[in-house]
Nanobody, 121 residues
Framework: VQLQASGGGLVQAGGSLRRSCAASGIMFDSYCMAWFRQAPGKEREFVGGINWRGDSTSYGDFVEGRFTISRDNAKNTAYLQMSNLKPEDTAVYYC???????????????WGQGTLVTVSS
């Protein structure tokens, strides 16, 4: 089982970035997907989640409409589109898979590797 994330990097404040998370070794359309992040010196926090069909999402309070999670089950890939990024969004971002509970921030059963997103002011 592997979740391969891509799309991290450096972006200026106010900019946008899209992260992808490609799954292998699992029946992707049987899993809900979620994104978490961990900023330096802070605990890991829930960014958002999406159900297996892709028709239900939820987000952490800090998102405030700036991020969108989607998925393409035909490509075994989930996406995190981030817009209007702020310096405080700088963190290592992780994708994860699990049952329905992760849609609202529950514990995942599979973690992808984290990749750093840096937002410069």
């Amino acid at each position: 089982v592997q979740l391969q994330a891509s799309g991290g990097g450096l972006v200026q404040a106010g900019g946008s970035l899209r992260r992808s998370c490609a799954a292998s070794g699992i029946m992707f359309d049987s899993y809900c997907m979620a994104w978490f992040r961990q900023a330096p010196g802070k605990e890991r926090e829930f960014v958002g989640g999406i159900n297996w069909r892709g028709d239900s999402t939820s987000y952490g309070d800090f998102v405030e409409g700036r991020f969108t999670i989607s998925r393409d089950n035909a490509k075994n890939t989930a996406y995190l589109q981030m817009s209007n990024l702020k310096p405080e969004d700088t963190a290592v971002y992780y994708c994860a898979a699990g049952d329905g509970r992760i849609v609202v921030g529950g514990r995942p059963s599979v973690w992808g590797q984290g990749t750093l997103v840096t937002v410069s002011s």
